[in-house]
């Protein structure tokens, strides 16, 4: 006689067990992010910039398709990126070399008198400069120097007057001056500006080269099994997105012709109470 005390479903194997875990870990991979898909399928284009793809979104892509802090926005035709509270010009995009050249919004007119007294600082999670930067320091309202310098300009900022401007390498404090702020440039243009302050401006303009830190591997793998490269915010990862009916996940798109290449945790169904695999 069958004893009332066991269950009918037989009791879960390890395989299964594992199986389980991975749906808990992943919870993308068995959702059908078809939607996420075709909206993924849109490039980021703006002013002289066109055909940005992952890990970046904005515009007509979603924030599924890119990494939360890789943003793109587009002000009147102009391409820019927020990092650290303070918004740059992006100025070209290089994806081979994961590289971003940017520069301070209010420097892109070669104005060196800055909308805020804020550090160009990065952040370290994301991007790190490219070779060959080295800080630079403006110094505003300094005390009048009997010294050689680039140019004794004023600035007004926030209605404050800052006289006397002074620049000076490395990444300092404003010393004697009343404020200060200190970005990047590359190792050789920094004798040029010591000479002569409109050199910087020139600098400015051409803004100052970062890489971005994101991952491309995964991104490679999930475009070679046809997939889309996007973000899952729920459990803050990458996530290939896939076509059709094929389950999206973190390992790239399972075929639906094949599935000698699938393994477990590519092709995942849920049936009543059991775990199963394609």
Same mark, same amino acid.
Request: one cysteine or more.
């Given at each position: 006689?069958?004893?009332?005390?066991?269950?009918?479903?037989?009791?879960?194997?390890?395989? &299964?067990?594992?199986?389980?875990?991975?749906?808990?870990?992943?919870?993308?991979?068995?959702? &059908?992010?078809?939607?996420?898909?075709?909206?993924?399928?849109?490039?980021?284009?703006? =002013? %002289?910039?066109?055909?940005?793809? +992952?890990?970046?979104?904005?515009?007509?892509?979603?924030? !599924?398709? %890119?990494?939360?802090?890789?943003?793109?926005?587009?002000?009147?035709?102009?391409?820019?990126? !927020?990092?650290?509270? #303070?918004?740059?010009?992006?100025?070209?995009?290089?994806?081979?070399? @994961?590289?971003?050249?940017?520069?301070?919004? !209010?420097?892109?007119?070669?104005?060196?008198?800055?909308?805020?007294?804020?550090?160009?600082?990065?952040?370290?999670?994301?991007?790190?400069?490219?070779?060959?930067?080295? &800080?630079?320091?403006?110094?505003?309202?300094?005390?009048?120097?009997?010294?050689?310098?680039?140019?004794?300009?004023?600035?007004?900022? $926030? %209605?404050?007057?800052? @006289?006397?401007? +002074?620049?000076?390498? =490395?990444?300092?404090?404003?010393?004697?001056?009343?404020?200060?702020?200190?970005?990047?440039?590359?190792?050789?243009?920094?004798?040029?500006?010591?000479?002569?302050?409109?050199?910087?401006?020139? #600098?400015?303009?051409?803004?100052?080269?970062?890489?971005?830190?994101?991952?491309?591997? @995964?991104?490679?793998?999930?475009?070679?099994?046809?997939?889309?490269?996007?973000?899952?915010?729920?459990? $803050?990862?990458?996530?290939?997105?896939?076509?059709? $009916?094929?389950?999206? =996940?973190?390992?790239?798109?399972?075929?639906?012709?094949?599935?000698? $290449?699938?393994?477990?945790?590519?092709?995942?169904?849920?049936?009543?109470?059991?775990?199963?695999?394609?």
């Amino acid at each position: 006689m069958k004893s009332q005390f066991l269950p009918e479903t037989p009791f879960p194997s390890v395989y &299964n067990i594992l199986l389980l875990i991975l749906f808990i870990q992943f919870p993308s991979i068995l959702g &059908n992010n078809t939607e996420w898909y075709t909206s993924c399928t849109n490039l980021f284009s703006c =002013g %002289g910039i066109s055909g940005v793809d +992952y890990p970046f979104w904005g515009g007509n892509r979603p924030q !599924e398709c %890119g990494h939360p802090g890789l943003e793109l926005m587009c002000e009147d035709s102009t391409p820019t990126i !927020e990092i650290m509270n #303070v918004k740059y010009r992006v100025l070209q995009v290089n994806p081979g070399s @994961q590289i971003l050249r940017i520069t301070r919004n !209010e420097f892109a007119i070669k104005d060196i008198c800055p909308e805020k007294l804020v550090n160009t600082t990065l952040d370290a999670n994301l991007f790190e400069y490219a070779s060959g930067y080295v &800080n630079l320091t403006i110094q505003y309202g300094c005390p009048s120097l009997n010294i050689p310098v680039p140019a004794q300009i004023a600035c007004h900022i $926030n %209605g404050i007057t800052y @006289q006397n401007v +002074y620049v000076v390498p =490395g990444a300092q404090g404003p010393g004697t001056c009343r404020a200060s702020i200190f970005f990047p440039i590359h190792s050789t243009a920094f004798g040029g500006i010591t000479e002569e302050l409109s050199i910087l401006g020139q #600098v400015m303009v051409s803004g100052f080269e970062v890489r971005w830190k994101v991952d491309s591997m @995964q991104c490679n793998e999930c475009r070679n099994s046809n997939g889309r490269c996007g973000y899952d915010l729920k459990s $803050n990862q990458f996530t290939c997105l896939c076509p059709g $009916n094929q389950a999206s =996940g973190r390992y790239g798109c399972t075929s639906t012709s094949s599935d000698e $290449n699938s393994s477990p945790h590519e092709s995942m169904v849920v049936s009543g109470t059991h775990w199963f695999t394609c």
